[in-house]
Each structure stands twice: as structure tokens, then as C-alpha cells.
């Protein structure tokens, strides 16, 4: 019996990674750039692109001579969309490779579980995509940058838009997570704000595994809207609006946002032909000016396609990962985040500076809609609107 | 608001008729085996690819494909039972080891899936663009595609066949003789070891059935399967393990029991992720209350 136990409890001994006291390379060979994407999972599609963005920055960065006169090598890590995998990916590349530095990740829940860890052992996250704003309310948050803008940001834009489109009733359909839901509320907020007199009539919140949305859809149908706010994630997002067209819900006025942002959405042309016909409008952050355009004809160039949502916000938090060691000086974290409070640097996305919170005080967004476009491999294309000025100060 | 009940059975039907086509063959081999196979969802999953992959190679349209899949899928669903359980269980493996090996054959089965196919999702309306399966139309209150329509038709049928097999042929009695009693099943003469091996071919012919109809619906990648496992669980342990017409009954309870369930969860303002929770809650009322699920209703005497 205490034989089996002792045996018990080495294999547990064996099993506990010894993390913790891993290595921190004093004089490396390269400089390493962490960069936690998710590239398989819901986001995939989106994740692979983006990973494409942060590859060519390094790219860049390495012809231009590198940083403190070394070469940069992206380590890369898969967070398959979801927290506890992205999460490993994180103390996989700090306690293994021993990057100082993350780009990533890509996710609000992977951010959540990995800004207590960052802060703890001194490594700068910057986020190109994590747009949560609980985010920036945790402990620790001066370890977490993002290139992107908040939630609450894109939910402003979206409500200007309901208001200025005149809808009194607004149903949504929303991921049962903190990015859906933060929209969610962010939205609402913004129009109490500008004094709306709708209501909400209909509040989904589904689950992104379900696959299974007739009811929930039909809920919506019933409530009978003047517009359905839909934020969604790719491949889920292509399952929400091809139920929808079944059931009929292409005659009322779809919002997108950016996570149905991008051409994963028309794999199934069921799903595009509906998106083309029901979305009135969807909100997204872009770049501006001549670093973007610079990035995009670089990136067209290299991959052979435009770049996408959330590509150049990566672009930039790689760009801004470099030029914090090179003005850090040394491959430290905590230098690092001491350099990147005072960067300030024209990214893709337009004039980069970080506030307290390690979050943007500026920056552009589009509106766009679904267009045909026969060039292209499915028929479909996002199309531009409108290009929208946020700055914090509003 | 005035919910559309119509719409939402109509919804539990389409719900309940893909756990039923899926949860046969699992609660049939459950019953003869003895142990629930977990790599049942991967039998699913693999049956969508099969007919995903003959219909963008070779063009063969939803039928052909449907039975190119039940075939192709049948005969693993065989190998898999001859080739790891059948060698597991004859030396001496319990339930508990058959279970976990399962478990282990659906991990392998799944991430071969995942390297020969990939993870990135793939759509059946890509194959079969210009298929009368994605026309809708609107039948009173009721809106319904063809593909809906022929699901609930594929669940009706897989239910009748069934009910003459069981009851009419020679394997069918051979089957119900077997799952109830194995050793008198043997003393009477019946090759038991044939019986179940048809029985895994039938039940992860079904199975890919189940997963092709999927598909269509939603779309193709290697957790297909392994998404629907705990409510076909459910229906499993509803209709009563092994038992055919417990198993029809529970496959439309769980069903409407989902549906109603968001209607009833989005009325409270409550998320509708937990509608598998559901299935959840009657997996656990089940086993508490009625182990025997609703096989006691379908027992003779």
C-alpha cells in the first residue's frame, strides 16, 4: 500500500512541470518576439491571417538590422481559440523560450487568464485583437497593451450608426462570451448615452459549440426588430446567418462588427448570399495614412491577398515589441514595459501612443457591407462605407 | 411576444431526428457490447467526410454519397469492434477498460481525421452548390428547407425500417435475443459473435448517417461527432441502453426539451448555451430516478 502511494506520488512529482524556475537567457542569439495567435478553433481562419501580419513586421524589422543589433525570430504558439490552451501557450514561451515580450493573445478569455501570469513574472502582453474592457480593470493591467481599440469604442461607433439609421428596436445575437457580451453591453450603453427611446427586445446570447440556432433565431423573428446586432466569430458566425436565411430573417437590417469581419464568412455561400443581402452595416478598425499604406501593398505583395481584420493591429504590436527593446535597450520585461508607456511611433493603424491602461487613445474605424465581386474565389467581398475618427477624449 | 410553437416543434423535430439517427447505433451497441463506445462520435464525424470527400472527388451527388459514407463508415465501425474490443474483451476486460479504450480509439480516430482532412471547417454547399437540399420554403407559420424536411423523413424511415427488422427478420430477433439474454441467445443457436458485429457495421453506418445530415446542416470538421455526444448520451440513457423504441421517444424528449428550453431561457434573459445543460439534467434525473430509462415502457409482460 505505501509502495503504490510512493509510486502515486512520483508520477504526480513527474507531471508537475517545473516551470517556474526556467530559463531566463542573459545574452541570447536572437532576439525573440513571443506571438500567441490562434490559428486553428473558431477563429482560425482570421488567427492564420494575422499570423501572416506579424511575419512580415518581423521581416521588416530584420532587413532595417533587426533590434540592438540582432536578428528577431517570432516565436510562435497556437491558443486554438480557446483560454486554457492559449493560456499554455503563454507560459510555454516564457518558462521554455524564454521571450520577454508577447505579442498576443489573440483572445479576450486567453488575455483574462494570462494578465495575472505576465505580471507575476514581468513579461509585456500586447494584444492586437483582445478588445474586452474588463481587460483593462484587472489587477496587472499595466503588463497588457493593446494595439487594438475596446469594446467600448467599437460599441460607440455601432450605436451612432443604430441612431443615425433611426432603429427603436434592436434585437441581438450575441457569442456567450466576455468579447459578445462586452459588445453587448457597450452598445446599449452608447445609446442610453446619446439618449435613444428604443428598447431591446430580444437578447441571445449563444453558445459558439451549439450549431444549432433555429430557436434562438426564431426568438428573434418573433420579437419582430428593426435591426439584429450580430456579433459573431467566423465559423459560428457562417452557421448564425445561414439558419437565419432558412428561417426567413433576411428581410430585417443585420449589424456586423469585426469579428464577421473577413472572408471566412463566405465559405458557405449560403452564409455570404445572406450577409450580402441582410447587413446594413458593420464596424471594424483600420489602419490610415502612409505606414498603412505602405503595410498593405507590402502584405498584398508577399501574400497575395489584402490584408484583413486585425492583420495590421499586429503589424503594429509586433513593430511596437521592437522598437520598446531597442529603446528599452536591453531584453528585459520589465524594461520593455517601461519603453512602451512612452512609445509613441506612426503605426499601420495610425498615430500609436498607450495611455495608463495600456490601451490606445486614438484610432480609425470602418464601416463596411457585403458586396458581390465575381474576381474573387467566392463571389463575395467586404466593401468600405465609411472611414470613422475615435479619439479618446470624446 | 407571441412565440411561434409551431416553428419550435417543428425545430425539436430536426433536433431529435439527427440525436435518434445518431444515439441508434450507440444504444444498440451499448446493449450487445456492454459498454458505451465514446469513439461513436468519431464514426459521425468520419462518416461526413467520407461523403464530403467522394462528392467533391468523384461528384457524387447527396444519395450516392450518403450511401458511399454508410457503407465506408460500417465497415470501420466493424474493424474497430474486431480489430479493439473483440480482442479486448476476450481477455477479460472489463467495462471500465473498454470504456477508457474507446475513449483512446476516439482520440486516435479523431486527430487522423484532423491531419488527413485538416481542422479548418468545410461546407457541403461548396460540393453540392446547386442542390435542391438548400431551397427553403414556408408552409403556413413554418419556415423549412428541403434538407430539414428530408431529415425528419430519414429519422421516420430509420424508425419504421428498424421496427420490421427487429420484429420481422431473422437478425433483428437475433439481435433482441442477444441484447436481453447472451447465453441463451448462444444455447439457441445464434452466432452471437455475427450478430454483434453486424450490429457495430449497422450502428456506425447510422452513425455517418447522422453525421452527413450534420454537415449539411451546419458544417464538417473533425469535433462534428464529439460536439453531439452528451445529448445522444441522453437519449442513450432515456430510452433505456439497448432499447430501440426508448431510444425514438428520448431522441424527440431531448429534443424538445433543447428548443423549449431556449424559449424558456431566453424568456428569463439567461444565455442559451445552457440548453446542454439540459441534456445534462435529464442524463442525471434519468440515472437517479428510472435507471432503466423508458425501456420499461417498451417491455412485453
Known amino acids: ?394 | 411576444m407571441a412565440v411561434n410553437w409551431a416553428q419550435v416543434f417543428f425545430n425539436s423535430a430536426i433536433t431529435g431526428s439527427l440525436y435518434l439517427i445518431g444515439a441508434v447505433g450507440l444504444t444498440l451497441t451499448y446493449g450487445l457490447s456492454g459498454f458505451p463506445n465514446f469513439a461513436h462520435a468519431e464514426f459521425i464525424t468520419l462518416g461526413a467526410y467520407i461523403a464530403y470527400s467522394v462528392a467533391a472527388q468523384f461528384g457524387l451527388g447527396p444519395p450516392l454519397a450518403l450511401v458511399v459514407a454508410f457503407l465506408c463508415t460500417g465497415i470501420v465501425g466493424f474493424l474497430c469492434y474486431r480489430g479493439v474490443f473483440q480482442v479486448l474483451a476476450k481477455r477479460g476486460a472489463t467495462i471500465i477498460h473498454l470504456m477508457v479504450a474507446s475513449i483512446a480509439l476516439g482520440f486516435v480516430l479523431r486527430y487522423s481525421i484532423g491531419a488527413a482532412w485538416g481542422w479548418e471547417p468545410l461546407y457541403f454547399a461548396t460540393v453540392w452548390p446547386t442542390s435542391s437540399l438548400w431551397s427553403r420554403h414556408d408552409i403556413g407559420s413554418i419556415a423549412v428547407t428541403n434538407l430539414w424536411l428530408w431529415l425528419i423523413f430519414a429519422a421516420v424511415a430509420l424508425a419504421v425500417t428498424m421496427h420490421f427488422v427487429l420484429v420481422k427478420t431473422k437478425i433483428g430477433k437475433a439481435i433482441r435475443a442477444t441484447s436481453s439474454n447472451p447465453e441463451l441467445a448462444l444455447a439457441s443457436g445464434i452466432n452471437i459473435q455475427r450478430v454483434i458485429w453486424i450490429t457495430w457495421f449497422l450502428g456506425a453506418g447510422l452513425a455517418a448517417i447522422a453525421g452527413v445530415f450534420r454537415g449539411a446542416d451546419t458544417r464538417i470538421w473533425p469535433m462534428t461527432g464529439w460536439d453531439m455526444i452528451l445529448p445522444m448520451f441522453a437519449v442513450v440513457i432515456l430510452g433505456g441502453i439497448g432499447n430501440f423504441y426508448g431510444a425514438i421517444a428520448a431522441a424527440f424528449i431531448v429534443g424538445l426539451a433543447e428548443n423549449v428550453g431556449v424559449v424558456a431561457l431566453t424568456a428569463m434573459g439567461l444565455s442559451s448555451t445552457y440548453r446542454i445543460g439540459i441534456a445534462f439534467l435529464i442524463l442525471i434525473i434519468t440515472l437517479i430516478l428510472k435507471p432503466q430509462g423508458l425501456a420499461m415502457l417498451f417491455r412485453r409482460g
Open chain 1, 1 to 394: 500500500m505505501v509502495k503504490k502511494l510512493l509510486l502515486v506520488l512520483a508520477i504526480i512529482g513527474l507531471l508537475i512541470p517545473l516551470g517556474a524556475c526556467g530559463p531566463a537567457p542573459v545574452e541570447p542569439e536572437t532576439i525573440k518576439i513571443g506571438c500567441l495567435l490562434d490559428t486553428t478553433g473558431g477563429l482560425g481562419p482570421m488567427g492564420v491571417r494575422i499570423l501572416d501580419g506579424a511575419r512580415l513586421a518581423v521581416d521588416e524589422i530584420n532587413a532595417a538590422g533587426g533590434v540592438l543589433g540582432k536578428q528577431v525570430e517570432l516565436v510562435e504558439e497556437d491558443g486554438n481559440t480557446d483560454a486554457a490552451t492559449g493560456f499554455d501557450g503563454v507560459k510555454k514561451m516564457v518558462e521554455i523560450n524564454g521571450v520577454q515580450v508577447i505579442a498576443g493573445p489573440m483572445i479576450t478569455g486567453a488575455s483574462l487568464l494570462s494578465i495575472p501570469y505576465a505580471s507575476e513574472h514581468k513579461i509585456p502582453l500586447i494584444t492586437p485583437s483582445a478588445t474586452g474592457i474588463p481587460l483593462s480593470e484587472m489587477e496587472g493591467t499595466e503588463w497588457y497593451f493593446r494595439t487594438c481599440l475596446r469594446d467600448d469604442a467599437q460599441g460607440l461607433v455601432l450605436a451612432d450608426v443604430i441612431m443615425d439609421k433611426g432603429y427603436n428596436k434592436l434585437a441581438t445575437m450575441v457569442l456567450d462570451n466576455t468579447y459578445g457580451k462586452g459588445l453587448e453591453t457597450a452598445i446599449i450603453e452608447g445609446l442610453n448615452a446619446l439618449g435613444w427611446e428604443g428598447e431591446q427586445v430580444v437578447s441571445i446570447h449563444y453558445a459558439e459549440a451549439a450549431l444549432d440556432y433555429r430557436t434562438e433565431l426564431q426568438q428573434i423573428k418573433d420579437a419582430n426588430p428593426d435591426a439584429v446586432f450580430a456579433s459573431t466569430y467566423c465559423d459560428d458566425g457562417i452557421i448564425v446567418f445561414k439558419q437565419a436565411s432558412d428561417l426567413g430573417l433576411d428581410g430585417m437590417a443585420w449589424l456586423g462588427c469585426d469579428g464577421n469581419y473577413g472572408s471566412g464568412l463566405f465559405e458557405d455561400p449560403k452564409s455570404a448570399e445572406f450577409m450580402e443581402k441582410a447587413i446594413v452595416a458593420g464596424t471594424r478598425t483600420v489602419g490610415a495614412g502612409d505606414v498603412y499604406e505602405h503595410f498593405k501593398a507590402a502584405y498584398q505583395d508577399k501574400y497575395g491577398e489584402a490584408p484583413q481584420v486585425y492583420c495590421d493591429t499586429m503589424y503594429d504590436a509586433v513593430w511596437a515589441a521592437a522598437k520598446a527593446i531597442e529603446a528599452a535597450g536591453v531584453y528585459d520585461g520589465e524594461a520593455i514595459r517601461v519603453a512602451l508607456t512612452g512609445l509613441e511611433f506612426d503605426g499601420a493603424t495610425g498615430p500609436i501612443a498607450f495611455n495608463e491602461l495600456g490601451d490606445r487613445t486614438a484610432g480609425t474605424f470602418e464601416i463596411w457591407n457585403v458586396v458581390e465581386d465575381p474576381t474573387t474565389e467566392t463571389g463575395y467581398v467586404n466593401a468600405e462605407i465609411e472611414i470613422i475618427t475615435w479619439s479618446m477624449e470624446e
